[in-house]
């Protein structure tokens, strides 16, 4: 069975620096996994954020950015903003199905 | 402007089966993929499928496999997703979200989910 592990809670300060990570039971995470990031707030659906590990929409703030470190798929948010307190999911391709991470709530305090 | 419209909330019977729909609208229908994902109260998301609305092709997760369908009716733009063999666990929100094709697997457009209850 396919298991995708975020960090379960993550606590920044406004303007702070974070970095929240998604891995996969299956081995390091690499491009192929076209790793997806998504931002959701109580009672809303999802947002996309970042796809194929670090392409922005063009709504998504700057201030996010996705990468690969260390084997795993990263979204860093630089200045964090007390607005991007919310849970964060990571969606991982493999070869057809697609797998979310369990999410990270972040808070921003 | 993109849209994606689900169908409204329903209550269902244990054992009984539910159709959601997804109407899409705003770009080409048959050049995109659509996915289908739930959210439990207070839990994850959870990726279910896709279907390829140009020529109905479609993967399914492997818990959901022989108990998921997705179709799609192209006249319409709209794509479907049944769930059969209904129990209390399958009490959710479902998403449908869109990729298109030649845009390696962005998600980016979400519908606003559609509430499904299972309760005797």
């Known amino acids: 069975q396919t298991v995708v592990t975020q960090e379960p809670s993550l606590t920044v300060s406004p303007g702070g620096t974070v970095t929240l990570t998604c891995a996969s039971n299956?081995?390091?995470?690499?491009?192929?996994?076209?790793p997806n990031w998504f931002q959701q707030k109580p009672g809303q659906a999802p947002r996309a954020l970042i796809y194929?590990?670090?392409n922005k929409h063009s709504w998504t703030p700057a201030r996010f950015s996705g990468s690969l470190l260390g084997g795993k798929a990263a979204l860093t948010l630089s200045g964090v903003q007390p607005e991007d307190e919310a849970e964060y999911y990571c969606?991982?391709?493999?070869?057809?199905?697609?797998?979310f991470g369990g999410g990270t709530k972040l808070t921003v305090l | 402007q993109v849209q994606l419209v689900q169908s409204g909330a329903e209550v269902k019977r244990p054992g009984a089966s539910m159709k959601v729909s997804c109407k899409a609208s705003?770009?080409?229908?048959?050049?995109?993929?659509i996915h289908w994902v739930r959210q439990a109260p207070g839990q994850g998301l959870e990726w279910m499928g896709i279907?390829?609305?140009?020529?109905?092709?479609?993967t399914y997760a492997p818990k959901f496999q022989g108990r998921v369908t997705l179709t799609r009716d192209t006249s319409t733009s709209t794509a479907y997703m049944e769930l059969s063999s209904l129990r209390s666990e399958d009490s959710a929100l479902y998403f449908c979200?869109?990729?298109?094709?030649?845009?390696?697997?962005?998600?980016?457009?979400w519908g606003l989910g559609t509430l499904v209850t299972v309760s005797s």
């Open positions: 299956t081995g390091a995470v690499t491009s192929g996994y076209c």
């Open positions: 279907i390829h609305p140009g020529d109905g092709g479609t």
């Open positions: 194929s590990v670090s």
């Open positions: 969606l991982l391709y493999y070869g057809g199905g697609q797998v």
């Open positions: 979200a869109r990729t298109m094709m030649g845009v390696t697997n962005d998600l980016d457009y």
């Open positions: 705003g770009y080409p229908f048959t050049n995109s993929y």
